[in-house]
């Protein structure tokens, strides 16, 4: 069974320590980029993860944060610079990629 992006990170909200070891908002970014760099495809929804999820939590994070960035970065570097704590950004991540995936299915991609 091929796993996808969206699978992943469902069974890794469930149990994030299983995956990563220890509640580290970098590990999980590295995880999931080797991961991509593993599994990308543009035609799929890993790739369109990889390619539009950086712009796209910028974006959300710019209307619903109030908060300006002068710079294009990952999703990274936008949540970090939203949340105090590793806890804050595992959350925020988890519900922006919900909101993400939510909106793909609306538009009809799988």
């Known amino acids: 069974m ?9 069974c890794i909200k469930k149990r994030p320590c299983m995956y990563i070891g ?8 590295h ?13 799929n929804i890993n790739g369109i993860f990889e390619h539009e999820f950086d712009e796209w939590v910028q974006k959300w ?3 619903n944060k109030n908060i300006l960035f ?4 990952n ?3 936008y949540i970090q610079n939203v949340c105090k704590t590793q806890e804050e950004c595992f959350a925020l991540f988890f519900e ?3 909101i993400f995936f939510d909106e793909l299915q609306n538009k009809g991609t799988k």
């Open 31 to 43: 995880f999931l980029n080797g991961f991509l760099y593993h599994n990308s495809s543009k035609n």
């Open 22 to 29: 220890e509640l580290n908002f970098d590990y999980l970014f």
């Open 75 to 77: 999703y990274h570097y």
């Open 70 to 73: 002068e710079e294009e970065r």
């Open 61 to 63: 994070i710019e209307k």
């Open 2 to 10: 091929e796993v996808d992006i969206k699978t992943l990170i469902e």
């Open 96 to 98: 922006l990629c919900d």
